[in-house]
């Protein structure tokens, strides 16, 4: 079952929103979850609004900071549909999809590391009236199946990662095998094969 949301985060957006007339935006998109495996290959920031008519994201950008330094960024290539109420976006690597089973909405160069580990501690959409995601690099689990997730009033928390798209398709990670734990089973294995070999 799909997380439930809390409406605290767009406060503020909304009462800046609140004088002016309803129309198609981007201003009211938060990031709700940033994760990255071990390596950096597989990394994904996902946004969610309590908004409607938030579509307006092309050529708008999201940035990897640390402190005022920016790491990295990218550029939303499209708008997505006019009905955005209670709806989430993912950008993620291009092989998040063969790990978590579902398409992003928009994808990371090839290659690029948009979450810098142990560096990065703030990612937001530039322009938007929602708080940037801050956190402690050092909290950013890099397991394969947690992610950090924005806590309106509190510290991010750490999470099973629930990547979920436009669509509304949510992925689901599985644990990345231990390297260590890989190599102890091969070679038993060939312990075994040894055996028989001599048996």
Known sequence: MRRARGGAALVAGIVLCAASPARANFHLWQVE???SNA???IQYVEFFTSSDSQNLLMDHVIRSVQTSTQLDSFTLGSDLGMTTLDHFFLVAT???KAVSGIDPDYTFSQGQTFIHLGATNRIDL???FTAAFLFDPSMLPTDGVHALRFMAAAAPAVVTAEPTNFAGDQGQLVPEPDAALGAAAAL???VRIGRRRRA
Do not use: I, K, M
């Open 33 to 35: 979850e940033v994760f």
């Open 94 to 96: 291009p092989g998040f």
């Open 126 to 128: 530039v322009g938007a």
């Open 188 to 190: 038993g294995t060939l």
């Open 39 to 41: 390596d950096g290959s």
